[in-house]
């Protein structure tokens, strides 16, 4: 079959326009994740990012967008995927991203996270 080099370029295009097809992670990386999340919002704590320090609801919006983001393009498969990815430094400054609470010291946000996971699966 011998196509008109014309036509060629519109079958491309038309290919690269078609929905991919996304898988959402695994159900136990969709729980773990979305506990994180609310235990951010719930946490009470400061979160700094880009130079400026944001509430907890602030910095669980983030990282929720920053979650859809990433999911969207088949990036997080491990609940680890979400907090290397999407919770340990900002994607455009590369500076990490840092927790205070209630007085305690800053620490990483990816320290902290990794700290709550672990006391959320020894529960389980």
């Not at 997080?76 to 907090?83: K, P, S, Y």
């Not at 800053?106 to 996971?117: D, M, T």
Request: net charge positive; aromatic share 10%; charged share 20%.
């Amino acid at each position: 079959m011998n196509i008109p080099s014309t036509i060629v370029p519109l079958i491309v295009g038309g290919l690269l326009l078609m929905p991919v097809a996304r898988a959402e992670p695994p159900q136990n990386v969709q729980i773990e994740v979305n506990f994180l999340l609310g235990y951010v919002e719930g946490s009470g704590c400061e979160f700094y990012r880009n130079g400026t320090w944001r509430d907890s609801k602030a910095a669980q919006a983030h990282l929720r967008d920053k979650y859809k983001y990433l999911m969207a393009r088949n990036l997080i498969n491990t609940t680890e995927d979400f907090i290397e990815r999407a919770a340990t430094e900002s994607s455009f400054t590369g500076q990490p991203y840092q927790v205070k609470c209630n007085g305690t010291a800053v620490i990483p946000s990816s320290q902290w996270l990794r700290n709550e996971i672990a006391r959320f699966r020894m529960f389980k």
